[in-house]
């Protein structure tokens, strides 16, 4: 069920909609404000605005990293569970043989 939380970012004040738990939304929000502080504060004539959006642009950056990951993941499983698939017919037809081969 979707709930509207109120956090803060770097100084702003926003009304999130999440179907996240509170902490959740809470602790996403306190990691956004860190890194987009940091910015700020360390690297020369960095608005908040320009560090708001190399932050979008890091995590958009991981996040499709983290796509590509599990697409191959996903992959190599349904490769894998095609190849056990094929080896427990394999073993199925070995001990129908075997058992007709002990019957005779």
Do not use: P
């Amino acid at each position: 069920m979707k709930q509207k939380y109120f956090v803060e970012i770097a100084g702003i004040r926003l009304g999130v909609v999440s179907e996240q738990e509170r902490e959740y939304v809470e602790g996403v929000a306190k990691e956004v404000s860190d890194k987009v502080t940091h910015m700020v504060r360390t690297k020369k004539n960095c608005s908040l605005v320009e560090a708001a959006l190399f932050c979008a642009m890091d995590f958009y950056s991981s996040s499709s990293t983290d796509e590509r990951r599990l697409k191959n993941l996903e992959a190599q499983i349904a490769l894998y569970q095609a190849n056990v698939n094929r080896l427990k017919q394999e073993n199925e037809e070995l001990r129908a043989k075997l058992a007709k081969h002990d019957g005779e």
